[in-house]
């Protein structure tokens, strides 16, 4: 038999501690309230702390608890865990250094590892921690791992905000006289190659594998020139064996039959050589075009369409004709046109809102 503690507090007998272990949402305090009782009923330490799920020397604390802070004093104590390995500021320092990523000459790697971090980190805060530790700061950050876009070297982001911030001016300065007095649409256009030797897509498959799709190695093609209204939800598509003026010239004519009745069209594109208008390219009078700065495409949402229909309809997959590919470029455009709600989420920018 164990030697009994000693309740010293009397404003709860043995029936009011029970009742009262009845009453609490918390298990462990309903526990210790329990084992309490049984003290006071003049149980052993040994059968009490054994009711109560604890050893002897544990119980023996509790009632120590009980007796300096009465019922209160039984719930466990917030506990402050490990201090964290960075301070706030240094996580927002190693964010910083995450997303602007290494500098091959200095620092010796195209990309950070969570092993090139954990270097950095023990050289600049002094913090030695395993690269899985490295990975968990990382994902406490937001930040993920992701395919990077690729972007010519010589993109000027100058040019590209400047592009955006004066949007409007810029197309005021577009439109021709005869379109002072109409409605203005803005038109994003573009074109995909769409055939053999296609691009493969992400899909779901379990951890640590490396699924297999299939891909044509075949070269047959088609090139699917479109164009999208944004704030009408409209598109206008044709389906070329080639990309040229001429193929660009028909691609107008479908635009300009499909702006709005009374309005003109304000088509932003790239700068490409069949963009530039010419007698080869005549351009319809309800349209204006207004180039995007060079080796700029992310201002341009068609890119986001085409990632769009190939990851949804054009990606993995073996076409044994050249019909076939364009049965599949008429199928995937209409897949897009059928969900207006899709191409506004797509394509919509906030920049690109103009009122003329």
């Not at 462990?28 to 003049?42: D, Y």
């Not at 004093?73 to 500021?89: H, N």
């Not at 028909?250 to 039959?257: A, D, F, K, T, Y």
């Not at 088509?267 to 490409?272: E, I, N, R, S, T």
Request: proline share 6%; glycine share 6%.
């Amino acid at each position: 038999m164990g030697r009994a503690v000693t309740i010293t507090r009397r404003e709860f007998d043995a029936a009011d501690l029970r009742r009262e272990a009845s009453r609490t949402r918390d298990g462990r305090v309903s526990c210790r309230l329990l084992a309490l009782a049984m003290v006071l009923e003049g149980a052993s330490r040994a059968e009490a702390a054994a009711a109560g799920g604890m050893d002897r020397q544990t119980l023996r604390d509790w009632v120590h608890r009980y007796n300096a802070e009465g019922i209160a004093g039984l719930a466990d104590q917030p506990r402050e865990g490990r201090p964290p390995v960075l301070t706030a500021e240094q996580m927002q320092e190693l964010k910083a250094l995450v997303v602007a990523g290494p500098e091959p000459e200095r620092d010796g790697v195209v990309r950070w590892r969570c092993i090139d971090l954990r270097e950095q980190i023990a050289a600049r805060y002094e913090v030695d921690i395993h690269e899985r530790t490295v990975g968990k700061l990382l994902h406490r950050l937001d930040l993920v791992p992701l395919k990077p876009r690729p972007c010519h070297p010589k993109k000027d982001a100058d040019a590209q905000e400047a592009f955006q911030k004066n949007f409007a001016d810029l197309v005021t300065a577009a439109l021709p006289s005869g379109a002072a007095d109409k409605r203005i649409e803005i038109w994003f256009q573009d074109e995909a190659r769409v055939g053999q030797q296609g691009t493969l897509t992400y899909v779901w498959a379990p951890r640590g594998s490396r699924p297999v799709a299939v891909r044509d190695n075949r070269h047959d093609s088609a090139y699917l020139f479109g164009a999208i209204c944004p704030e009408r939800a409209v598109g206008a598509a044709i389906i070329m064996p080639a990309v040229n003026s001429e193929a660009m010239a028909e691609h107008l004519i479908e635009i300009s039959r499909q702006v709005a009745p009374g309005a003109h069209a304000v088509l932003v594109c790239d700068g490409a050589g069949w963009h530039q208008p010419s007698q080869r390219l005549p351009v319809p009078d309800n349209i204006s075009l207004l180039r995007l700065p060079a080796y700029a495409p992310e201002l341009n949402p068609m890119e986001n369409v085409w990632e769009y229909l190939r990851a949804n309809k054009l990606s993995l997959r073996v076409w044994n004709s050249y019909n076939a590919i364009l049965a599949a470029c008429l199928d995937a455009w209409n897949f897009l046109m059928a969900t207006p709600h899709t191409i506004r989420s797509i394509t919509h920018r906030a920049w690109a809102s103009v009122k003329i």
